[in-house]
C-alpha cells in the first residue's frame, strides 16, 4: 500500500477519460480526493491524469473494460495493493449505442426494428457493466468509512418524463436501447441501495443534463463540468444523505 496516499479519499471513476466521467474526477481531485481514472484505452487514460495532477491533482491511471470481467478484476487487485479500500465509486462508463462516426443516428434502436445485437451491445455496457465493477469493488467499498456509489443515468431514464407528450424529451426519437438501459440501471441502483443500506453504503443514480458530449455529437447546452456537479454532490453525501434515489441538477427527479 501506499503510504502517502492513505489519508486521502480514493475515488474510481469508469469513463473517465472524457466528457462528464473526466469533469467528474477533475472536480473531485480538486477536492482533495485521489481519483483512478478508470479507462480502456491507456493512452488516453494516461492523457487525462497528466491534466489533472497539471491542476494539481492526484491522479492515477487504471485499465479496465466494464465488459470484459477480467480487466475488472484486475483492477479491483490493483487498488487493493495500492490503496487498501475504496470511498468513491462511479459507473460513468456508458454507450449510446450509436456509431461513433454518427452519434445521433438511432436506426438500429427504433423499437419495432431493433437490432438485438446493438440492445444486448448497450445492456451489457451499461447495465452488465455496473453490477460487474460494483461487485468487484464492493469488498474495498465496504472498508471505507463513508462509501459512496454513483450510477450515470440520464433523464431519458424517466418513465413518468418520456411518457409525457408535453416533457421537454417529447421531441426525442423512441430507442429500445438507451433509455431502456438507464430505466433499468435506475432499477439496479434501488436494488443496491436496499442490500447495502445496512453498511452505511449510499448508491444514488445522477442525470447530469443534456451536456455537450460524445454521446450526442456536442449538442447539449449544458458542460460536462455542469453535469458532473450532481454526480459529485451525490459522491460527497454526509451519512445523513439519501440512497436510491434518482437526482438531476435540480433536485429529486421522477422514476
Not at 31 to 56: H, Q
Not at 93 to 100: D, L, P, T
Amino acid at each position: 500500500m501506499n503510504e502517502h496516499t492513505t489519508h486521502r479519499n480514493i475515488a474510481l471513476i469508469t469513463g473517465a477519460n472524457k466528457g462528464i466521467g473526466r469533469a467528474t474526477a477533475e472536480q473531485l481531485a480538486a477536492l482533495g480526493m485521489t481519483v483512478l481514472i478508470g479507462t480502456r484505452d491507456p493512452r488516453r487514460g494516461d492523457e487525462a491524469v497528466t491534466a489533472v495532477r497539471a491542476a494539481g491533482g492526484d491522479a492515477h491511471p487504471v485499465t479496465l473494460d466494464v465488459t470484459e470481467p477480467a480487466t475488472v478484476h484486475e483492477a479491483a487487485r490493483w487498488v487493493e495493493e495500492r490503496f487498501g479500500h475504496l470511498d468513491v465509486l462511479v459507473n460513468n462508463a456508458g454507450i449510446s449505442g450509436a456509431r461513433e462516426d454518427a452519434p445521433l443516428d438511432v436506426r438500429g434502436q427504433i423499437p419495432s426494428t431493433a437490432d438485438l445485437d446493438i440492445v444486448r451491445a448497450v445492456f451489457e455496457t451499461n447495465v452488465f457493466g455496473v453490477i460487474t465493477v460494483t461487485n468487484a469493488m464492493l469488498p474495498l467499498l465496504r472498508r471505507a468509512h463513508a462509501p459512496r456509489i454513483v450510477n450515470l443515468s440520464s433523464d431519458a431514464a424517466s418513465l413518468a418524463i418520456t411518457s409525457d407528450p408535453d416533457s421537454p424529451l417529447a421531441g426525442l426519437p423512441p430507442v429500445a436501447a438507451y433509455s431502456p438501459s438507464k430505466t433499468a440501471l435506475n432499477a439496479l441502483t434501488v436494488q443496491y441501495a436496499n442490500e447495502l443500506r445496512k453498511d452505511g453504503i449510499l448508491v444514488n443514480a445522477a442525470a447530469p443534463g443534456y451536456c455537450a458530449t460524445d454521446i450526442n455529437d456536442h449538442n447539449g447546452h449544458l458542460t460536462a463540468a455542469q453535469g458532473a456537479a450532481v454526480v459529485v454532490r451525490l459522491a460527497t453525501l454526509g451519512a445523513d444523505g439519501p440512497t436510491g434515489g434518482f437526482f438531476g441538477e435540480r433536485g429529486s427527479l421522477p422514476w
